[in-house]
C-alpha cells in the first residue's frame, strides 16, 4: 500500500494538483492541456521503460547502469536481483558439474551412462578403457552393438540383479570385468565395471600353490604309506630290508620337513615388512660362512673359489642374506656335476653391491629363466627331487631380494654354466676403510 502510495499515486496526485493550480490560475483549459499533457508524459516514459523491459527479456541483457525511476525502479530492481540470483545458482551447477565429472573422471571403477535402448549417454575413461570405447565417437552408439558377447546382451535385457557379470577379453583387450548395471532413474540405467584381471591372476596363483603343495606332500606321504602297510599286514621283514624301508621313510620325511620349512619361510618373507638392518655386515664374515657350508655339501666333488673385490659391509638382515646367499650356493653345488667349479664373488658396480655365484655345471635354458623364482617352478622336477630340492629356494631369494632393494640376475648357457647375482643397493653398502681393497680365498675341495 504504501508503494503503491509512493510510486502510483503520488505521482498522479501531484500532476492532478499541478494542473488544477494552472486551471485555477490560467483557466480551466490550461488545466485540462497541462494534465493532458503531463499524463502523456508519464504513459511516454512508462513506454519507454516497458520497451527497455522488452528488450532485456528478449536479449537478456540489460545495461548495468541503467536507473529507471518510480514503479520501474522496483521491477528492475527486483529482475536484477532475480537475474543475480539465477547466474550464482548457474555458477554453483557449474561447478558442481566441473566436481561431478572431475570425480567421475578419477574413478577407478568404470561408470557408463546408458538410456533404455542400451545407448551409451556418458562414460567416464575408466570406462573407455576398461570396455575400449570412446565418448567423442561413440556417444548415442548401443552398448550391445559394440560389446557383442552374446552373454552381455542377456545381461543388459534381464532384469536387474545383485549378482555381476563376469566378462572376459572384452573388445580384444585382455582385462578381466565385471559388470554391473544400476537402475537409477525411468529414463537412464548406470553400467559399472571392474578390473578384476588381478584378483584372477592371484586366485589362479592361490590355487595353483595349493594343487603344488598337495601335489609335493602327496609323493612322500603315498611312499610311507605304503611301506607301512606292507609293514603291518606282509610278512615281517628281514632286518636288512627293514633298515633299507626305514632310511627311505625317513629320507621322505626329512623331505616333508624341508617343504614345510621352507613353506614357513616363505609366507614369513611374504607377509613381514623388510627388517630394520641389522649393525653392518661385513662381506668377508659372510663369505667365510658360506664357503664352508658349500664345502660342506660338496663333500669334496667340486673346486670351490671364493673372491672379495671391495672390503664391503651390507647394510640388512644377516639371517636373511645368509639364507638368499646360501641358497644359490647350494643350488650351484646341486646343479653342478663333480669335478666342477664353483666361484663365489663379491663386487661393487656403479656403486652397487654385487655377490654373485658362478657355477660350471648342467645350465639353463634360455626360455626357463623368466620363470625359476615362481613358487614350485623347476627345469627338471624329477633332477630337484633327486637332488632335495624344494622348488621354493628361489622363491625364497627373490623376496629377501626385494626387502633389501636388490635384484636377483641370471644368466645361463645350457651345458656351461650359469651365474646367480644377487646386485645389492648402492644406499645399502658401507665401505670399510681399513679392511684391505681385494681379498681372494681359494679353496679347492677337490
Ligand atoms: P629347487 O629346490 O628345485 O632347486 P629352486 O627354486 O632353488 O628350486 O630352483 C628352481 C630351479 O632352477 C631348479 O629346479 C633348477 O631347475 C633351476 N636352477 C637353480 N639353480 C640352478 C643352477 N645353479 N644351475 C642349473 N639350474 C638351476
Redesign the pocket.
Known amino acids: 500500500m504504501k508503494q503503491f502510495i509512493k510510486y502510483a499515486l503520488g505521482p498522479l496526485l501531484l500532476v492532478l494538483s499541478l494542473s488544477t493550480l494552472l486551471g485555477l490560475a490560467f483557466g480551466w483549459m490550461w488545466g485540462i492541456m497541462s494534465f493532458a499533457l503531463f499524463m502523456t508524459m508519464v504513459a511516454a516514459r512508462d513506454s519507454w521503460q516497458l520497451l527497455t523491459l522488452n528488450r532485456w527479456l528478449q536479449r537478456h541483457q540489460m545495461s548495468s547502469g541503467y536507473q529507471p525511476g518510480g514503479t520501474w525502479s522496483q521491477v528492475f530492481g527486483q529482475l536484477h536481483r532475480l537475474e543475480k540470483h539465477a547466474e550464482q545458482t548457474q555458477q554453483k551447477l557449474r561447478e558442481a558439474l566441473e566436481r561431478f565429472q572431475h570425480a567421475g573422471a578419477a574413478l577407478p571403477s568404470g561408470v557408463v551412462v546408458i538410456d533404455p535402448d542400451d545407448r551409451i549417454r556418458w562414460c567416464n575413461p575408466s570406462a573407455e578403457s576398461h570396455l575400449g570405447i570412446q565418448l567423442k565417437q561413440d556417444r548415442g552408439q548401443s552398448l550391445t552393438y559394440l560389446i557383442r558377447q552374446p552373454e552381455f546382451g542377456a545381461y543388459l535385457k534381464a532384469p536387474p540383479s545383485d549378482r555381476p557379470l563376469i566378462l572376459r577379453r572384452v573388445r580384444g583387450s585382455d582385462l578381466s570385468l565385471s559388470i554391473q548395471v544400476v537402475p537409477y532413474s525411468a529414463e537412464e540405467r548406470m553400467l559399472v565395471s571392474h578390473d578384476i584381471t588381478q584378483v584372477e591372476r592371484d586366485e589362479q596363483v592361490r590355487q595353483d600353490f595349493v594343487a603344488n603343495v598337495s601335489h609335493e606332500l602327496r609323493t612322500p606321504l603315498t611312499v610311507i604309506g605304503g611301506f607301512i602297510e606292507t609293514m603291518l599286514e606282509g610278512e615281517p621283514l628281514d632286518q636288512a630290508t627293514q633298515r633299507r624301508v626305514l632310511s627311505t621313510m625317513q629320507s621322505q620325511t626329512q623331505r616333508m620337513q624341508r617343504l614345510v620349512e621352507e613353506l614357513l619361510t616363505l609366507s614369513r618373507l611374504e607377509s613381514q615388512q623388510a627388517p630394520t638392518p641389522d649393525a653392518p655386515i661385513p662381506v668377508s664374515a659372510l663369505m667365510q660362512q658360506l664357503v664352508q657350508m658349500g664345502r660342506q655339501l660338496s663333500q669334496g666333488q667340486h673346486e670351490l673359489e671364493s673372491f672379495i673385490a671391495s672390503p664391503d659391509s651390507i647394510l640388512g638382515s644377516e639371517s636373511e642374506l645368509l639364507s638368499a646367499f646360501g ?2 650356493v ?3 653345488v ?3 656335476p663333480a669335478g666342477g667349479r664353483i666361484v663365489l664373488t663379491w663386487k661393487r658396480e656403479r656403486g652397487e653391491g654385487v655377490f654373485s ?1 658362478q ?1 660350471s ?4 635354458p634360455q626360455e ?1 629363466i623368466p620363470r ?2 615362481e ?7 624329477a ?3 633327486e ?11 627373490k623376496q629377501i631380494a626385494m626387502h633389501h632393494d636388490s635384484k636377483l640376475e ?1 644368466s ?1 648357457e645350457p651345458g656351461k ?2 651365474t ?1 647375482s644377487f646386485r645389492i643397493a648402492a644406499a645399502r653398502i658401507v665401505q670399510n676403510i681399513s679392511a684391505p681393497s681385494v681379498e681372494s680365498d681359494q679353496n679347492n675341495t677337490r
Open positions: 641358497n644359490l647350494t643350488n650351484a646341486r646343479y653342478t655365484v657355477d655345471g648342467i645350465g639353463i626357463h625359476l623364482t613358487r614350485f617352478y623347476r627345469v627338471d622336477r633332477r630337484s627331487r637332488t632335495g630340492g624344494t622348488g621354493l629356494g628361489l622363491a625364497i631369494v641370471i645361463s654354466g650359469s646367480f
